[in-house]
């Protein structure tokens, strides 16, 4: 126990340490950057109409005109204290808060997530249950999974002829599969002794699936679930930088377009806590469901 | 005590903002700055002088539009008389219905309008509508939505999410062909912008300003119908180089060009305002060359939608093309050129320093080179959509391949740049009807006669259509 704990503690300790280091090598790497004040040389007239059209006017001093460059540290920090301080304004359809463009693109994950579980599982169950329907659905399986969302995306918009519901069905088309492999997976690999008791006892099908597949295989169900979810979570980025509107993905691009380093890297950082929330939240699940023979 | 404080805490009168209040801004200096300039554009607009002006200018622009030709114009007039032809001009489309729509707002078929744009300076009359007012005062609400790119574009104008859009002026001809698409009819209003476009190169190519030297270059256009790649194509092509073997023409959207640029993975574009500039600003990229000096007045972008559109809410359509119209007549003034950056500048619209826009109106702007230029119709406004333009498009649209067979020009340009209207009506009226919109064109150096299109097609040396 006390070890344990130690061990998390100097694993904690070793975390912060390399963050220090990370943004210790961050700070000397943009310190050239940053803007020095040299002696201005004499400049012609024209000279100084130019540099001023460039956005560096010689004769002013302080901050210099935004321009797209790797942020320091303090830029960094400002533009992070900038959005989170104001998670919730809406300026009209392309130009709103933080947290409401996250809002926008959880909402169609979870739209998208739920109609793929919807699908996966029964059906994954079928095919787990069936070896004959498993071999025969097996070469589209296969044929489907790989697909990448914005190989999907143009076919979507065609077919469905609407922007946001193609931004579902992309969610959705690409979540499918490790639900279903794994549910596939998880109820095919239920152990024969316990389906035979069933059996023996003479338990109707349904509640055999759901006494005793079903908690059998909840474990590899939810482990499908959380790599989906992951891939989820990655596609709506991938998705909404295409059909754009709104969503994280959309800001991400209209922050590219202008060239706005710390915007997007504001947003990465973004995408990676909330990804990492949702993976915990299947943790937990997970751990819910586990258990020993 | 200091008195310079900038946030001025200790004054009792003034709320103590570190940021302005809207959070689109940097300092609540720059928020009013930005405000500012809406209020002084607004109140520009809503002078009877102004009102005068653009209801001027859009009359003056349909009637030119009707009579390309000046001399033309006039023997119409002596022929029917002022009376007359005023009443037959105004008994068409879109003066009347645009009159009547200053009265009676009540008649609008739809209000909630959805019109797509891409972040580029062309799109400036139609964004700048928003915030001043123009649409509002139609009796619209208007929702200007910005755009990924212009596939996405044609596929949410085909999808009907958008009523109208920004279109680039060749894909209302492309899309009513059904190349790159299924046929859909789709109409040009008016054109957006004239000129703004530019031929950028990196950096590192200061000493290349030959085409001759541009063999195995990679360029990006901004999609396959648009005027920058027809172009960019005929330049490179004058020069003596296969636009489809000698260099590389890739499809890249507007805003990811500087990007591309600054990684090196392409060498240059022809593209869009104000990504030409961007590439100055951000020392990546300098102007070869201004489109301008290929075509002067050569239309880029468009304000259209699909002729279903129109045919059902003809007094919507109406009142929307008055609100571009004036947009229009607003942004061709060069006095107000400066504060237009301003107000388009923010977040919800380019989301561009200031400073490039300003240059890419105003035309007094950094090359990249070293020179300041000063070139006042390095962008312009003219909301014409000649007929002959159309026709110029599709003989490019046929040299490159993208059309393929007999074309029939006239009447694709006159079904789809949206003049016939007027005219159909006029021969209806039992008027003597002029007979289309063509003014001869000069591209290059060489004269573009609209009634020879094939034999200009034929006429170039490289192309992909065999010699008829």
Known sequence: MNAARSLGLRAGLLSALLLLVLLAVWHVATLSSAP????????????????????????????????SGFPTLAQMGSTIAKHLSQPFYDNGPNDKGIALQLGYSLARVGL?????????????????????????????????????????????????????????????????????????????????????????????????????????????????????????????????????????????WNEWNNLSLPNVLFAILTIGVVGMLLDLMFAKLQ?????VD | MRTDNRFDPYDADRPLMMRCACGQHASAEEHRGAEAAVAELKRRSETAEFEAYSNDFIEASLVKALFPHDAMRRRFLRAVGKGTAMAAIGSVLPVASLQAMAQEKGALEKRDLKIGFIPITCATPLIMAHPLGFYSKQGLDVQVVKTAGWALI??????????????????????????????????????????????????????????????????????????HNFLLRYYVAEAGLDP???????????????????????????????????????????I??????????????????STEFIQKNPNTFAALYRAVLTSAAMAREA??????????????????????????????FADGLGNVKNVPDRADFDPIPWQSMAVWMLTQMKRWGYVKGEVNYKQIAEKVFLL??????????????????YPKITVMGKVFDPEKADAYVNGFAIKRTPNA
């Open chain 2, 420 to 437: 016939t209207d007027a005219k159909k009506q006029m021969k209806a009226l039992d008027m003597k009807v002029p007979d289309g919109a």
């Open chain 1, 112 to 252: 998208g997530y739920l109609l793929a579980a919807l699908v996966a599982i029964p059906l994954g169950f079928v095919i787990g249950m069936s070896p004959l329907v498993y071999r025969a659905l097996d070469p589209f399986i296969q044929v489907l999974k790989p697909i990448s969302p914005l190989a999907w995306m143009p076919l979507a918009l065609y077919t469905i002829k609407d922007s946001s519901i193609s931004g579902i069905f992309v969610i959705f088309i690409c979540s499918v599969w490790p639900m279903l492999i794994n549910t596939a997976f998880g109820v095919a690999s239920v152990r024969r002794e316990w389906l035979n008791v069933a059996r023996t006892l003479e338990v109707t099908p349904l509640r055999r699936a759901f006494e005793v597949i079903l908690p059998a295989a909840a474990p590899t169900i939810l482990t499908g679930m959380r790599i989906s979810m992951g891939i989820a979570w990655l596609v709506i980025v991938a998705a909404e930088m295409l059909v754009g509107g709104t969503g994280i993905g959309y800001f991400v």
């Open chain 2, 335 to 364: 006095r107000n050129r400066e504060l237009i950056a301003k107000v388009i500048a923010p977040q919800a619209y380019l989301n561009q320093p200031e400073t490039v826009l300003t240059q890419v109106l105003t035309g007094k």
């Open chain 2, 154 to 227: 044609r596929d949410k104008m085909l999808n009907k999410e958008y009523d109208a859009t920004h279109f680039l002026s060749p894909m209302p001809l492309a899309i009513s062909l059904g190349v790159g698409s299924n046929p859909t009819p789709m109409n040009v209003a008016t054109i957006q912008n004239t000129n703004g476009q530019a031929i950028t190169l990196h950096v590192r190519h200061k000493d290349k300003r030959d085409p001759k030297d541009w063999k195995g270059f990679k360029f990006a256009v901004p999609f396959e119908y648009s005027m």
């Open chain 1, 287 to 291: 751990k819910a469901v586990t258990y």
């Open chain 2, 288 to 305: 070869h060359l201004l489109t301008k000096d290929l075509w002067n007045g050569h239309p880029c972008c468009a304000f259209g939608t």
């Open chain 1, 36 to 67: 020095v004040a040299a002696a201005a040389p004499a400049l012609t007239p024209e000279q100084i109409e130019y540099a001023k059209l460039m956005g560096k006017d010689p004769a002013a001093t302080g901050a210099p005109t935004a321009k």
């Open chain 2, 244 to 286: 489809d073997r000698d260099i590389q023409i890739r499809v890249v959207p507007p805003p990811e060009m500087v990007a591309n640029l600054r990684a090196g993975n392409i060498d240059g574009y022809l593209g869009p305002d104000p990504f030409n500039q961007r590439a100055v600003f951000e020392e990546v990229g300098f």
